[in-house]
């Protein structure tokens, strides 16, 4: 053995040496001392994971609900907040259904749970309801007139702007503020019930502005154009679009 | 090294090969969670920007049902309204859940389009937070969640910076990566991820593609579909219809 | 909590629209010194080895020093990133099942290589016979400390030596690549990061190489220009014109390589042009126009071509090394500054900015960082003082 090592530089036996020791203490850490559970990403992938399925359920589901308050789902299941789910305004329930006679779920009364949805905003799509919680019955708890699991207005709406705020607002500013919505969109009273099943129309020939804005029967301050000519290939409201001044 | 320590070292790597090949199949199957399978499902979701109404139910929901910290800088999901102008500038902020929304949206006139779109975490097929793990401590299961295992999570953050959608944040108290894991505790006991849940407008829908018959398998059929994104190519699974070129 | 009041101020502060997520910005002032410290490594190898594997003679005088400096920096390399993770006690994790995909993940093998099997075996074969004949002439810790280092070896033959001579030669080639790695994997971490435009770049590790290397020669320049003095020698002015020398192409070549990059990103007007621009001319004009680009690189290029073409005096030639030595230092900062923080001051929605605000205190802090930036330089005085560059003829001479 030392015959073998003297054929090698004495340095570099030395650093050898010194290598191999360390590489050995790894390889042993390694094989014997290192619990597989830190080496394996597959077991501790599948232990994260069970315990991220064992984590705990806070909402039970609306399914659940129903088991137990038949009648409640019976009165909510045909009206306008069929969709809701119980726990959206009634809060996380899996509490109570662990714990029915305990633990009760909230039971929201003041007005600020229904404004999340139906506080005006512009950005919310047409035909939403939506009132200005300010003006409309402003001290008034809003279950007072409509009930949660069936809110249907305690009067039909008369105006149009009740679910479309946001085109009456454009409108108010423009040339056709004046006109009711009915004066162009006939809409039949089935709409205010049943909002998507029964829909209002819209003008669809050239002839149907033109009884105002034609030159050829002109009418006092009403800007006209000679409809046989003018963009002619399209219905007017492919370019203009009636609810502002004009433009798109 | 010697006949005993050979013995040895190859009876650990076949027990240690068998143990890993075992898990990449029936391992998964019999431990997560009961009788549940994960190679039986594949999930996604659908979002429907025309029916977003911007409630941020689902935003609260979240924060309840996962733990996550109440501070708006936190999220694991959340809704981003738009307000396109017909000067075409766009103006984006994420909802308040207080409620305290600038006056800055109201101005119906200058509005050409405007939306909310809620986001979560994409669920990708193809993810780059999983790529750049250095430490493999967040996964794809193979059931198509992206799951972190906040015991092996060491806080690097580079899956905060690799995630194209600004999903992933780092937990304060914890001090490791979080994000959405589609509610991963109730899909393995059937129940669907509570924004889907207390969505009112059913503008998000779960579905599970392996599934026969689901919501977003029909989804797809009737929508066109689109995701965030694309040209990055991380394949995500949350599906969006009816969405605006101004989103990214 | 306390963290959500300092987001509460950020969150005022924010132009236009980020991701709510995107509040905190995760890589600090030490993910900026990190990389910074790592260039100072590769660069100051970098010149080492144009001594030993390209030969410059005149380069000599700097070698022993450009060893020990890297060494000096490269222990404390890993405390910056220890200081930052959110888990540090589980770093261990990275040796235990690292990511092959991850570049992050080649971080504990690139270093231990590079420190085990480069630098330390490096200077080990370099300083061998030295550390023999000090052992034999010192006593007590430190005679002790020299034959432990020695590893006991006792062989300082002619051919020992000579042979001493060939394997830093051959650890010294292996070297080169080996410090284009540790640094440039650095570069491939944030190039490879499709989410973020600022970062994706396939120029991004070599930009971070030629900006190493350039800090790298630059700090030895300015060590080599305080240490001689200290020691009561005299300067070597052609070691130092060269240093200079190969700090100016190495200088130009990487303004080169950030111009091509510049000049790319704005003809290609890409979709995040708009938002990169706004950052640069807003939050990074200070650290990249004026720092990073002007003082950190157009400054010292023309104060260095003027020495080449009008050949000044050696007392001026000294003074405009250091000030562009520390120009340099400072532009090679700004430039790891507007790589790492700039990256992450803009929304991944293209939208908004954001701000960094950097605690005085605090684990990420000022402080701290400063502290990580000094601790090299005490580690180097006592390598310096252990196993010192020069003989006393060396130093005399000049």
Redesign the interface.
Known sequence: MKEFLKRF????V??VI??VA?AATLLVAW?FI?P?E?????????S????????????A??EVCTGCHEKAHDVKKTGY?R???C??CH??AQKHVDNPSEVKPASPKQRDQC???H?Y?????TG?PQINPDTHHARKPCITCHKPHDPKPPTTPRRCAACHA?IE??KV??YHGSLECTVCHKVPEKHKISPRSVTPTKPDKREFCAKCHDKASPRKGIAAVDIATHGEKYVCWQCHYPH??G?? | MNRREFLKKGCLLASSSLLAGGLSGDGWTKTIFKDYDPAKHFYGMGIDINKCIGCGRCMQACKTENDVPAEPYFFRTWVERYLIRTDKSVTVRTISLTRDDPAEFSVEKEMLRSFFVPKLCNQCDHPPCVQVCPVIATFKTPDGVTLVDEKRCIGCRYCIQACPYGARYLHPVTRVADKCTFCYHRLVKGLLPVCVEVCPKQARLFGDMKSFASPLGRFTRIHKMHVLKPSLNTDPKVYYANLDGEVN | MEAAHNFKELSQQVIGFIYPNEIEIHWSILIVVYPYITGLVAGAFILASLVKVFNVKELQPTYRLALLTALAFLLIAPLPLQLHLGRPERSYEMFMTPNPASAMAMFGFVYLWYLMVVLLLEIWFEYRRDMIVWAGESTGLKKWTLKILSLFSTDISEKAVAFDKKTVKVITIIGIPSAFLLHGYVGFIFGSVKANPWWSSVMMPVVFLFSAIVSGIAIVMLLYMIIIPLRGGKIDMKCLDKTASFLFYAVIVDFSIEALDFIHRLYESEESIKILSQLVSTKLFMSLVILQILLGMILPLVVMASIKILKFQEDLRKLLYFVCALLIQLGIFSTRWNVVIGGQLFSKSFRGLTTYKMELMGIEGLLVALVVLILPFFILAVLLKLLPPWKKEELAEG
């Open positions: 530089p004495e340095q570099v030395r650093i010194v290598f360390l094989t290192l597989s830190m080496k394996e990403p597959e077991l501790q992938q599948l994260s994971t069970i315990r991220e399925a064992g984590k705990e359920i806070k909402y589901g609306s907040h969709d809701l789910s726990e959206a809060g996380a404004s999340y949805c506080t905003n512009s950005s919310r799509p939403f946001q607002r454009t500013a423009s502002t001044l433009g798109i």
